[in-house]
C-alpha cells in the first residue's frame, strides 16, 4: 500500500535537490520547462488528495522559475504550506541550500 508520509519525505527530497542544483541564471527555455514541471508533477503525484490540494495552492502560486534563489524559495514556501496544514513546524526557507546544498553549517 502507499505510504504517504515515507512518499512524501522521499519526494521533498528529490524536489528541494533538484531546485538547490537548477541553474542560477537558467535560459528561457529552462524556466518556461521548470514550470511545466511543476504542473504535470501536481496532476500525477500519486496521493490524491495531496495532488489535489498542490494543485489548488500552485494555481494560487504559479511557480516562480527565474532564477535558482527564486525556485529554492518558492518551493520552501510550498511545502511550509503543506506543514501547516499537517501542524508540522515551518521551516526557516534562509536555510534551503544549507539542507538541501551544501550540507548543515555547524
Ligand atoms: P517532510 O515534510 O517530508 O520533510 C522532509 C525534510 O524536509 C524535513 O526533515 C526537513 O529537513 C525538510 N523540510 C521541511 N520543511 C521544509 C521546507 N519548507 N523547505 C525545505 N525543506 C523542508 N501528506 C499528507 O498527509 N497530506 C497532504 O495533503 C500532503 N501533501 C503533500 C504534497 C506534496 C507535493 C508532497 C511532496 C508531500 C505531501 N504530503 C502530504 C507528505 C508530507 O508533506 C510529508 O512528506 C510527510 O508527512 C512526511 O513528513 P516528514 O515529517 O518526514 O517531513
Known amino acids: 500500500p502507499l505510504d504517504k508520509e515515507e512518499l512524501g519525505k522521499s519526494t ?21 520547462k521548470m514550470v511545466q514541471f511543476f504542473n504535470i508533477f501536481s496532476q500525477f503525484y500519486p496521493c490524491e488528495p495531496c495532488a489535489l490540494d498542490f494543485q489548488d495552492d500552485i494555481k494560487k502560486n ?26 508540522k513546524p515551518m521551516f526557516d526557507c534562509s536555510k534551503v541550500h544549507e539542507r538541501w546544498k551544501d550540507g548543515w553549517l555547524d
Open 62 to 87: 504559479p511557480p516562480k522559475t527565474k532564477t535558482r534563489e527564486e525556485l529554492a524559495k518558492w518551493l520552501c514556501d510550498r511545502h511550509n504550506t503543506v506543514n501547516k496544514k499537517l501542524g
Open 12 to 32: 521533498w527530497g528529490f524536489l528541494h535537490t533538484m531546485a538547490s542544483y537548477y541553474p542560477e541564471k537558467p535560459t528561457k527555455s529552462e524556466a518556461e
